[in-house]
């Protein structure tokens, strides 16, 4: 007489069934105690995917402080850099034209003036083309929110 075996697991749920043992010994989980092992075994997955996740944003927000860090400093070397030629420049139209510093300092400011009412007047034509509220959104909400209400009117009668 042949021993058949077989096995099925789940992480910690064996079922294990012995064809053929004369004096009946198996083993045998009910269905409740099954359900309960698998719903355990999820659990614990997802816990271990929350963990797992926990720390791959720690990683990433870890990398994002610093880029962000490291944007603050060029951006901090940059103003202090675009002040110094700022000055060079004024400086050099100065001593080019043989006027006093000031007139050099005057003439960077019209022209930093004039670059900034050309931005800020090419931003505003920019703005005012923007709408807040998305118009195809908008509008393909009322066609569904009016087919919604055709269907149900529809329904009702």
Same mark, same amino acid.
Do not use: Y
């Given at each position: 007489?042949?021993?058949?075996?077989?096995?099925?697991?789940?992480?910690?749920?064996?079922?294990?069934?012995?064809?053929?043992?004369? +004096?009946?010994?198996?083993?045998?989980?009910? =269905?409740?105690?099954?359900?309960?092992?698998? =719903? +355990?075994? =999820?659990?614990?997955?997802?816990?271990?995917?929350?963990?797992?996740?926990?720390?791959?944003?720690?990683?990433?927000?870890?990398?994002?402080?610093?880029?962000?860090?490291?944007?603050?400093?060029?951006?901090?070397?940059?103003?202090?850099?675009?002040?110094?030629?700022?000055?060079?420049?004024? =400086?050099?139209?100065?001593?080019?034209?043989?006027?006093?510093?000031?007139?050099?300092?005057?003439?960077?400011?019209?022209?930093?003036?004039?670059?900034?009412?050309?931005?800020?007047?090419?931003?505003?034509?920019?703005?005012?083309?923007?709408?807040?509220?998305?118009?195809?959104?908008?509008?393909?909400?009322?066609? +569904?929110?009016?087919?919604i209400a055709k269907r149900l009117s529809s329904v009702r009668k």
């Open positions: 007489m042949g021993f058949g075996i077989w096995s099925l697991g789940f992480a910690g749920t064996r079922i294990a069934a012995f064809a053929g043992m004369a +004096n009946g010994d198996f083993v045998q989980e009910s =269905l409740g105690g099954l359900i309960r092992g698998i =719903l +355990n075994d =999820l659990r614990m997955l997802i816990r271990e995917e929350i963990a797992l996740a926990r720390v791959e944003i720690r990683e990433q927000a870890g990398r994002a402080k610093a880029a962000a860090l490291s944007f603050g400093i060029a951006a901090a070397a940059l103003a202090f850099g675009g002040t110094f030629l700022l000055v060079a420049i004024a =400086l050099g139209i100065a001593n080019l034209l043989g006027w006093p510093a000031w007139t050099g300092f005057l003439i960077v400011a019209l022209l930093l003036c004039i670059g900034g009412f050309v931005t800020l007047s090419s931003g505003r034509k920019q703005m005012a083309t923007i709408h807040a509220v998305p118009e195809e959104t908008v509008a393909t909400l009322k066609e +569904n929110s009016e087919w």
